[in-house]
C-alpha cells in the first residue's frame, strides 16, 4: 500500500523584528513570540539564579531557576544563555536591573526571580523583561505553597513566562498518568503511576497484581478512569487521585468495557462495552449509573474522544473494512468518516483548542503519531518508528506525548513527546518502561 502525500504545512515560529534589526520592541508592542510559521532558532533567554531572601531558601534559589530554564528550553521555542556567558548579576531582586550586561550576551528576556521560606511554606515570586527595551513584561508574580512542592513553583514561574512571550497558555504545571511497565516482554507487569509532566516525583497508584491500560484524567485532574484485567475481564475503574481510592464503574454481567473517557463536563464517561461478540460505543452517567448505547454497527467501535465543547465525539472504527476515524453527536446519531489517507488509523485524541484531532497511523509497516482538522484535512504526520501509538495533548495543545516501542524480544516502552509542528522530539524520562500516557488539565 502506498501512504499519501502529506500535504506542506508547518506549524512553526516566528521572532518580531528585535532579532533582525536588535531595536526595542516597546515601539510596535512588548516582546512577544508568535507561533505561527517559517523557521527561526529559539528565542535567547537568561534565567539567573534566584535571589534567595533569608538562610531557609538558599537551598531551593539555584534549583527554582533550572527547573524553569528546564521548562523553557524543553519547550523547544526557547533557548537558554548559560549561566558562564553571564555579565550581569542579579544580586538583589528589588534593585534595577543593568540591562547593558543582558544586551551584551544577546539575551532577548531575562527572568529574575527571588524565594522566601517560612513555616514550612516557600513564596516565589519573579519577574521578566524585554532586555532590548528594559520594560517589564506585565506585573511581577508571586507563587506560595509548602516547601516540598517547590518544584511546582518553578513550574508556574515557566508558565507565566512562557504565556507573556508567546501569547499562549502554559503546560508545566501538569502531570501525566501513565501505565509503568517493568520485568520481561512475556511476563510484563503494569501498574498505574502518575509523575510531573517532566517525569519527576513519580508516585504508584496501583500494585502489579492485575494488568491495567489507557489511564484518562478527569477534567479536574482529580480522578482518574482506567480498564483493569483484575478480575479476568476488562472493567472500568475510576480512581481518586489524592486518596488512592477506586471503584468499579461499569461492571454489566457478560460484557466487556474498556476504552473510558470523561466528558468535559466529568459527569458523564464514554467507552466501548463488547456484549454478545458486537463492540460499540456507551455513555454512563456516573451518578444514576444510566447507560445510552451511541453506535449500533457489526463492526468494532472503539477510543471514543469528546471534543471541548462536548457536543461531538470522535472513535475509530473498522465499519468501512480497515480502522479509520470517525466523528458523531455526542448523544448518537449521524456518523461521518473523517480519515481516508492509506493505512489505518486509531486511538484519535480530540485537542484541547478543539481544532484538531491527534491519532496513530500505521502504514508501510511504519508507526506514526500525526494530527487532522476536525473535518479530516490538512493531515500531517509528527513521528514514525517501528510503534509509536496514544497520543495525548497537553492543557495548551502545543505538544503531544505518546508512547514509542522498540523492535525485539527485549523491545521497551517509553514515553516520548513532539511539538504538534513535528519539531522537538523527545524521550520523556520514568523510572521503568511506561506506556499509555495522559495529560492533566494545569492544576489548580
Known sequence: ????????????????????????????GPLRLEITEGVIEPMPFAVPDFVAENTEAQQYAANLARVVASDLTGSGLFREIPAQAHIGKITDFGAAVQFADWRAI??????????????????????VYDVVSGAELGNGLRFSGPVEGWRRMAHKVADAVYSRITG????????????????????????????????????????????????????????????SYETGSPRIYVLDVGRVQRRVLEQQPGTMSFAPRFA??????????????????????IASGQRQRLTRAPSIETAPSYSPDGKFVVFESDRSGTQQLYIMPATGGEVRRISYGEGRYGTPVWSPRGDLIAFTKQSKGRFHIGVMRT?????????????????????????????RETRGATG?????????????????????????????????
Open 1 to 28: 500500500m502506498t501512504m499519501m502525500r502529506l500535504a506542506v504545512f508547518l506549524l512553526t515560529l516566528v521572532f518580531l523584528p528585535i532579532f533582525a534589526a536588535g531595536q526595542s520592541l516597546a515601539q510596535n
Open 106 to 127: 544577546n539575551a532577548a528576556a531575562l527572568i529574575s526571580g527571588a524565594a522566601t521560606v517560612s513555616g514550612g511554606n516557600i513564596t516565589v515570586k519573579f519577574r
Open 168 to 227: 499562549e497558555g502554559g503546560y508545566f504545571d501538569s502531570r501525566v498518568v501513565f501505565v509503568s511497565e517493568s520485568g520481561p516482554k512475556n511476563d510484563r507487569r503494569k501498574r498505574l503511576a502518575i509523575m510531573d509532566y517532566d517525569g519527576a516525583n513519580v508516585q504508584y497508584l496501583t500494585d502489579s497484581n492485575a494488568i491495567v491500560l489507557a489511564p484518562r484524567f478527569s477534567p479536574t485532574g482529580d480522578r482518574v478512569l482506567y480498564t
Open 264 to 285: 468535559p463536563d466529568g459527569r458523564t464517561v464514554v467507552f466501548s462495552l463488547t456484549e454478545g461478540g458486537n463492540t460499540d460505543i456507551y455513555t454512563l452517567n
Open 375 to 403: 473535518d479530516g484535512s490538512e493531515e500531517r504526520l509528527l513521528t514514525a518508528s517501528f510503534l509509536d501509538e496514544g497520543p495525548t495533548w497537553s492543557p495548551n495543545g502545543r505538544v503531544i506525548m505518546f508512547t
Open 412 to 444: 521497551r516502552a517509553s514515553l516520548y513527546s513532539v511539538d504538534v509542528s513535528g519539531r522537538n522530539l523527545r524521550p520523556v524520562s520514568t523510572p521503568d518502561g511506561a506506556s499509555d500516557p495522559a495529560w492533566s488539565p494545569l492544576q489548580p
